[in-house]
Nanobody, 123 residues
Framework: QVQLVESGGGLVQAGGSLRLSCAASGRTFSGFAMGWFRQAPGNERELVAT????????SYADSVKGRFTISRDNAKNRVFLQMNSLEPEDTGVYYCAAASRWTRWPPRDYDYWGQGTQVTVSS
């Protein structure tokens, strides 16, 4: 079992930055690929970024490439999402998720999910 807890969300103006953190506990963290997803009201959950267990593979949604960076610290059992140049369209609840193998999509490939953290970008 893996427990995931997100933090770092909040309200920010367009053009600003936020850094999300996801703390993991339970099984060996480095064995899991990690993903960040987001969901805006009325929309389906969408993939933002994924990162392999060793950190060698990454994948980003086209809408965030060049603005967001996913990273992890396996010694501290944490995964991060640095979000720069935020836009109102980035507003939503952000979830981190863990998968026992490398994957990107669909969400059902992920075995564990956090409770989410709200990000609101004002124009």
């Amino acid at each position: 079992q893996v427990q995931l807890v997100e933090s770092g969300g909040g309200l920010v103006q367009a053009g600003g930055s936020l850094r999300l953190s996801c703390a993991a506990s339970g099984r060996t963290f480095s064995g899991f690929a990690m993903g960040w997803f987001r969901q805006a009201p009325g929309n389906e959950r969408e993939l933002v970024a994924t990162l392999s267990g060793g950190g060698g593979l990454t994948s980003y949604a086209d809408s965030v490439k060049g603005r967001f960076t996913i990273s992890r610290d396996n010694a501290k059992n944490r995964v991060f999402l640095q979000m720069n140049s935020l836009e109102p369209e980035d507003t939503g609840v952000y979830y981190c998720a863990a998968a026992s193998r490398w994957t990107r999509w669909p969400p059902r490939d992920y075995d564990y999910w956090g409770q989410g953290t709200q990000v609101t970008v004002s124009s």
